[in-house]
């Protein structure tokens, strides 16, 4: 079993829809039982909230629910827990090697390095754009299912 931790700042944007997206994407493969997958935030502002309406609003667009998701925060043992802990921008990712303590077993990454297009996610909270995100995070966790399943 593969563990897949997605993170971003807020866990109410990016990483609940990366989370979803994979979880789909894994169950239309039939790998399910290959996979478990989870998100988390950075930092502790949504701590309880839901996905942000217009990032449920995108997901269901696509057939995709996400009820029932709160946002919580990346802990220092998720480190253990998880085997890729995937962030969405270069600040998450410096942010995830604060909370880990650094990142001895190569396990964060961002999730657009899976792509031919590395750099960030494209962030909706602050352009309202969320079908640019959905791109991003769609391309991100098609490769990186790519590379985890073998096709």
């Known amino acids: 079993m593969t563990n897949i931790l997605f993170i971003c700042h807020g866990n109410i944007c990016r990483s609940p829809m990366a989370e979803f997206v994979m979880k789909d994407l894994v169950k239309k493969a039939g790998l399910e039982n290959r996979f478990h997958i989870e998100s988390a935030a950075t930092s502790t502002e949504e701590i309880g909230n839901p996905v942000y309406p217009p990032a449920q609003r995108k ?58 297009h590395p750099g960030d996610v494209a962030d909706p909270w602050y352009t309202g754009d969320f079908e640019a995100t959905w791109q991003d995070v769609l391309a991100g966790c098609r490769s990186l299912l790519a590379k985890l399943s073998g096709q």
């Open 59 to 116: 997901l269901a667009e696509h057939g995709i629910d996400c009820t029932g998701k709160t946002a919580r925060q990346l802990r220092n043992s998720d480190y253990d827990r998880f085997d890729l802990l995937i962030g969405m921008d270069r600040a998450n990712l410096r942010n995830m090697n604060r909370i880990c303590g650094g990142d001895p077993g190569g396990k964060l990454h961002l999730l657009m390095d899976y792509t031919d």
